[in-house]
């Protein structure tokens, strides 16, 4: 592939940092046959790992460009992307081809992190014991490894079968065929074992890297998603040991999501960014223009419709619930999670609120995202809410972590210990129980009031698109979609395009042994 060929000439760069890898930014270029002589070494190039999930394909998002994660809620019935052309739009309306940029962004970032990962790999496992302990090689490999369990996993989930590539590749053996899923999957459970039983606990002094929690959760997350719920890699053991490390839900939600959130004890793994004077690390996830909240991403109506009430009811049958203020006595995560009409979602100036700006419902979906988005400028460094910023994106937060056990326990019929996880999910936003609004429930119905708190609490998220696949409910999600009164939006379900992304057209082209998946053929 001509990608693969490129990254393997690729001279990495690695970031100059102290103690946290996002800190500074630096011109050093160092290759391979001159590096990894120490525990320094190796986290400079460690970090060249954790840069890469920065770009826009990746975690780093986008504001008027092709898409990353955090716009993937955009693929299905969350979110509209009235950019259609940065990728999710065009998909959900099906005239999105192999050579539609969202998807050779992400197959090329992805492979590009990859070979980072294959070389350091490589190189730690050939340095010497008498310049790194085998414990700390043990660590930094965990670390590869997590991030490459990490890649190989968004890969499979999103083109199903793809290259698996695990040592650094020659220009000899750059033209590689298609592995399966389940190749894919075997992989990822190697890489992600090791993790978990390699990294520390915390990464002391260093918030950003992955830990031994962050490897645990992300395991689960594959395990459930493969419907391997018991065992001892199973997600009900997995997240039972991520009980014991510590993390907790953080007392206010809506605060979560901003930058005095990120390092809250619920944050299980992040992709950190830092944009200032002295480093360019930053994102445009959390960007917008001050004219209406987030222009390119919108949340739909079905979306903020399933935000119950206050009392724990439905919107259809709870008598709080006020047409013409549909915003009141709503869920809070609802009011974290979506501008509704008449809420200031910009302030040009904070220290002068007559300048501030209310959303006035207007737009297609007439709400507003407000998860994640930016209010003000920086006045201070001078950088406006449309430019590159230093929120970081979480990947995993504990209340994913309590979701997925109570997922796997419903699925495994410990309904009691599914409720009491919904329970605690609800009780940090004062929510009502599970108990005193729903009754005894049997586990069809618990398996839906589980299926609906993780989509209200996960809302926005990057996350939907996987969890619907999973559930086999990408074309009801497509139904309800298109059953929005959204203008000039006509979401298409295709069968297999719906649920599988085209490998890149270029890659096909300059790779005689890359076959394109059967759904796009």
């Given at each position: 592939m001509r990608n693969l060929i490129f990254i393997i000439c690729l001279v990495l760069t690695f970031s100059n940092c102290s103690t946290e890898f996002i800190e500074r930014s630096s011109d050093n270029s160092l290759t391979a046959s001159n590096f990894f002589k120490s525990e320094e070494d190796i986290q400079l190039a460690l970090n060249g790992i954790y840069s890469s999930l920065q770009g826009a394909g990746m975690y780093g998002g986008g504001l008027n460009q092709w898409q990353g994660f955090p716009g993937y809620d955009g693929i299905g019935d969350n979110a509209f992307n009235q950019y259609k052309w940065e990728g999710p739009g065009d998909y959900m309306e099906g005239i999105a081809n192999p050579n539609t940029g969202i998807f050779n962004q992400l197959w090329t970032d992805s492979y590009r992190t990859i070979a980072r990962a294959n070389l350091v790999i490589q190189k730690v496992q050939e340095i010497s014991t008498d310049l790194v302990s085998?414990?700390?090689?043990?660590?930094?490999?965990?670390?590869?490894?997590?991030?490459?369990?990490?890649?190989?996993?968004?890969?499979?989930?999103?083109?199903?079968?793809?290259?698996?590539?695990?040592?650094?590749?020659?220009?000899?053996?750059?033209?590689?065929?298609k592995n399966t899923y389940e190749e894919l999957t075997a992989q990822i459970v190697t890489d992600l074992t090791f993790a978990s039983e390699n990294l520390?606990?915390?990464?002391?002094?260093?918030?950003?890297?992955?830990?031994?929690?962050?490897?645990?959760?992300?395991?689960?997350?594959?395990?459930?998603?493969?419907?391997?719920?018991?065992?001892t890699y199973g997600v009900i053991e997995l997240t039972n040991q991520i009980l014991g490390l510590g993390y907790s839900l953080h007392p206010i939600?809506?605060?979560?999501?901003?930058?005095?959130?990120?390092?809250?004890?619920?944050?299980?793994?992040?992709?950190?960014?830092?944009?200032?004077a002295l480093t360019n690390n930053g994102?445009?996830?959390?960007?917008?223009?001050?004219?209406?909240?987030?222009?390119?991403?919108?949340?739909?109506?079905?979306?903020?419709?399933?935000?119950?009430?206050?009392?724990?009811?439905?919107?259809?049958?709870?008598?709080?619930?006020?047409s013409n203020n549909k915003g009141l006595n709503r869920d809070p995560r609802a009011n974290a999670t979506i501008y509704f009409k008449g809420d200031v979602y910009y302030k040009p100036d904070p220290s002068d609120p007559t300048q501030d700006r209310a959303f006035l419902g207007n737009g297609p979906t007439q709400f507003g995202m407000r998860k994640y988005i930016r209010q003000s400028p920086d006045l201070t460094l001078g950088i406006d809410t449309y430019e590159p910023g230093s929120q970081d994106f979480y990947l995993i937060r504990y209340a994913d972590v309590l979701l997925m056990r109570a997922e796997a326990m419903v699925e495994t019929d410990d309904l009691s210990g599914a409720t009491e996880l919904?329970?605690?999910?609800?009780?940090?936003?004062?929510?009502?129980?599970?108990?005193?609004?729903?009754?005894?429930?049997?586990?069809?119905?618990?398996?839906?009031?589980?299926?609906?708190?993780?989509?209200?609490?996960?809302?926005?998220?990057?996350?939907?698109?996987?969890?619907?696949?999973r559930w086999d409910q990408l074309e009801e999600s497509v139904i309800r979609a298109s059953g929005d009164p959204v203008p000039s939006y006509n979401p298409q379900y295709l069968a297999g395009k719906s649920s599988v992304f085209p490998i890149p057209q270029n890659e096909i082209d300059v790779n005689p042994k890359l076959k394109q998946h059967p759904a796009w053929q």
């Open positions: 085998q414990d700390e090689k043990d660590q930094f490999l965990g670390q590869a490894y997590f991030l490459r369990g990490l890649l190989y996993f968004n890969l499979a989930v999103f083109y199903e079968s793809a290259p698996l590539i695990t040592e650094p590749q020659t220009l000899e053996d750059a033209f590689v065929a520390p606990a915390v990464q002391m002094n260093q918030f950003g890297y992955a830990t031994k929690g962050a490897a645990l959760a992300l395991f689960a997350r594959v395990q459930l998603y493969n419907e391997e719920y018991t065992g939600y809506s605060e979560l999501f901003s930058q005095e959130g990120e390092q809250s004890p619920e944050i299980v793994f992040s992709v950190r960014f830092l944009q200032n994102e445009t996830f959390s960007g917008t223009y001050g004219g209406t909240p987030k222009v390119d991403q919108r949340p739909m109506p079905n979306l903020v419709n399933d935000y119950y009430c206050t009392d724990g009811l439905p919107i259809s049958s709870s008598p709080l619930y006020d919904v329970n605690q999910v609800r009780a940090r936003v004062g929510m009502p129980r599970v108990q005193d609004v729903e009754g005894t429930v049997g586990k069809g119905q618990l398996r839906t009031i589980v299926r609906h708190e993780r989509r209200v609490e996960l809302a926005l998220e990057g996350l939907r698109f996987i969890d619907l696949k």
